[in-house]
Structures are given as structure tokens and as C-alpha cells.
């Protein structure tokens, strides 16, 4: 971003971070977000809650700086903090909660990440950032190599350091890190943990940025639904696609891994028992701070998936307004059609076109086929016996699929998707095979269905055997899954 004047007295006048550096009380909204939020890794604190945080932290500032310093209740504080014109919280209201919630924006954040930055260091390191930077830029150059004898050559010397690197450890040459060196590092590592939580709640702020807009996009659609469908899911997809969306989604992958959380866990515990590392006095959050980026990007995630079905339900509410009124429609022609029942309108009432028009090829008529001659024989029918049981015409096994169809659809009633096995345990076979097989037709067919190979389900009923007898039946199959 070019930052000429015309950019940055824009962002003075319209951007929450250049408001709040600008604002009186500044540093009561930076320190106290900073100790509610941002220092117990906080993503979502109750309206209750905050305000009695704040009215702690008001009662301690009005004892030291008077009682007319801050003459405002904590909730007017919070309220005028998370209105339009500032814009340094969020509030809102959580899914299944009649009681608001308040959430930091990402505008906020930087700005307290940028004013901790402001005290003086004690120590400043620079080797380590240089080293990340080449690491970096070696990572970038060789993942960017499209010669296999130059990736091979590469791979080579790498090995020829590390046999080197062994060789000296077994002739009794280790070399360490010194305390300068240590310090150095770990302090980069605690600022790049910082980075990765702030990092998680612009993300979190794009998606639902995103959201809001297709929402408005919605609202003002004129256009066809298949279009505005087309053009909302392209969205979503551009967005999982890009840039940000595939780290994010490789980052997440890489920390979901139990191997690597262990492994992570194991490296940390021992790095802060050093002695080096041990005076820094690092926070005791340090030790979790891998938990607080699975908390954070697991938050980021149900976001993203209460978005979804947010907007599902608003595209139901569109279409349930669009079929009323074609309902309103239907009933105002009925109404029409029978006030004038009685006295109907002299002449043409409605005149539809034909819909189509009837092409013959000559390529399409058959062929000339002589027509066969029946030979009839003159024979005499006398009257036979038969001793036949007529009770198998009356046997015949007859499966109701709409029963079976509604089986289903009140097992979806109270959950997103159910188990063939589950509505074979709750409503029991009674016909056997072919009721079975009429579930697995409506899988395919009337519902949408799932089949999960690597599970193997068991589904039993009673049937009767050529004796007579009860025997019970068993069949074993992939896992098949219904979907509302």
C-alpha cells in the first residue's frame, strides 16, 4: 500500500486504530483489552463478565486519579467501544445465547501489538531473524527448481553437512549455543506466536466480512437464484483457494498432527528448563502456547462453519418468500376463476401457444416389415385337473417405500445425517431382503446418501426359513449414510 497523503488521512479519519491512538482514553481502552483479551488468549468474553472486569479496572483507576477521572458505568464504556463509530470491539450475539458477547477487532489488536513495541528492549536480536530470513529464502529457491541434477546436488550437500556435522560429534566436538544466541531465538519464537494469534482473528474477520456481504448481495438480488447461487459458492471457493485460505488450511493440517503436537510439546518443555531461556522469566502461557493456537484456529473454524449454516437458513427463508408468493398467485386465479363460474366472459378467456413443434426425419421412420400371417391349428381344449397350492399368488412380499421414506425423514427431523444401521435397529425389518434393498434404492434415488467403504456395518432381522421356523438373518455391508 502506497502511503501518500490522500491514503493515510483517509485511514485517519475512517480506520479504528488511527481512532483509537487519537482518543482521550486511550490508554484505559489499550491496557484493559490488552489484560482482558489479549494476555489470557481470550477470544470471546460474555457482556456480564467484561463489565465487571471493567468496573474493577475503574475502581482502581478512580482511587488513584479521582473519582471524576472516568465518570461513565463499565456497559456505557463497553457499548460506545463496540458502536460504529469506533469500532475497537465486537458485539454480538452467540448462536444458542440470549446474552451479548464482546470479541476484539483485528484493528485493535494491532494497535496494541504495534504499542508494545514502543517500550524499550533490554535485549534485541538479530541473528535469528537474519537466519530465518535466509532459511526463507533457501526454502523459496530450492521449492522453486525445476532441474532435477540441481535439486539432487543440493540434497548431496546437505547430506555431506550432515555427515560432517556427525563426524565431528563423534570425535567429541559438539558445538552449542551460547546464552546470547539462546535468548536470541527464543525471543523471536515468542514474538512469531504472538503474530500467529493475531493472525487468527483477521482471518476470522475476512470470512465474516465475507459473509456480510453475501448477505447484502442477497437482499438486493433481482436476478435468478441458480445465478446468485453460482456467484456466492464461486466466492466462497476463491476464497478457500487463495493465498491466504491454503496457508491457513496447510497450517492447520501440519498442527492437527498428533505426532507433531507431541513432538512440539517435547522440544518446548525442554527449552524453557535451560538456564538461558529460564531468565527471561518467560509468561506461563508459554509453555501452552501451541493449545492456544489450536483453540484460536478451532474457533476460526466454527465460525466458518456457523457462517455456512447461517447463510443456509437465509437462503430457506428467500425461498420459502418466493414460494408464498407464488401461493398468493395461485390463490388469486382460484378466487378469479370462481367469482366468474357462474357467468363466465363471452369469447377467448386464455389461449396457450403450442410448446414445440413436431419434427419427423425421414432417416427416423422404421422400415417396411411384411406382416406376419398367424397359423392358427384347429384343436380342441378339454378340460384339465391340477392338484396347485394358489397360496404363493397371495404370498408376494410387497415393501410400502413411502413408509420407508418417512422412516427416514423423521430420523433427519433430529439430526443432520443417520446410519442405515440405525434406522434398521429403530424401525426393524419386516420384510426382510426387501426392505433392505428398497432402503438402498432411496439411497440412490429420493435422498441424498453417502458410502463410507472403510466401516462395515452388520444388519440383522427374523425371516422364515422352507420349515416354517423363525431364523434370524445377518448382512454385511459398507456403511451407508443418509444426509438431509
Known sequence: ???????????????????????????????????????????????????????????????????????????????????????????????????????????????????????????????????????????????????????????????DEIDTEIARILDGDMPLLDDTALRDRFQQFLAISRELLSDFREVEHNFRMLDRDVRERIALWEGGKGDLLEEILGERDAISDSDQGRSFRAFWDFLMSSARQDEFSRMLERVLTLPAVAELNPDSRTRHAHYDWLEAGEYTQRTVAQLSQQLRRFLDDQAWLENRRIMEILKGIESKALSVRETPPAGEIAEIPATGLDIELPMERPLYKPALKAQITDLILETGEADLDAAALFSQVIVNKAELSAHIRRALQGGSQVTLRELCERWPLQHGLAELVAYLELSSKDFSCTIDEAEQDSIVWWGTGRDGVKQQRQAHLPRVIFIR
Open 1 to 159: 500500500m502506497s502511503l501518500d497523503f490522500n491514503t493515510l488521512d483517509f485511514l485517519r479519519q475512517n480506520h479504528p486504530a488511527w481512532r483509537l491512538l487519537n482518543s482521550t482514553n486511550a490508554p484505559l481502552v489499550a491496557s484493559f483489552l490488552h489484560r482482558a483479551f489479549i494476555n489470557p488468549n481470550e477470544r470471546v468474553i460474555a457482556q456480564a463478565d467484561l463489565v465487571e472486569k471493567l468496573e474493577d479496572e475503574l475502581f482502581t483507576l478512580r482511587e488513584q486519579l479521582g473519582a471524576e477521572s472516568f465518570p461513565r458505568a463499565a456497559l456505557e464504556y463497553l457499548n460506545d467501544w463496540a458502536g460504529n463509530e469506533k469500532g475497537w470491539l465486537r458485539k454480538f450475539y452467540r448462536q444458542g445465547s440470549d446474552e451479548p458477547h464482546f470479541d476484539l477487532t483485528p484493528a485493535t489488536e494491532k494497535v496494541i501489538s504495534w504499542l508494545s513495541t514502543l517500550t524499550e528492549r533490554t535485549f534485541v536480536g538479530t541473528e535469528s531473524r537474519l537466519l530465518t530470513l535466509f532459511e526463507l529464502l533457501n526454502q523459496i529457491d530450492t521449492g522453486s527448481e525445476t532441474d532435477p541434477a540441481v535439486r539432487i546436488a543440493e540434497l548431496q550437500k546437505r547430506r
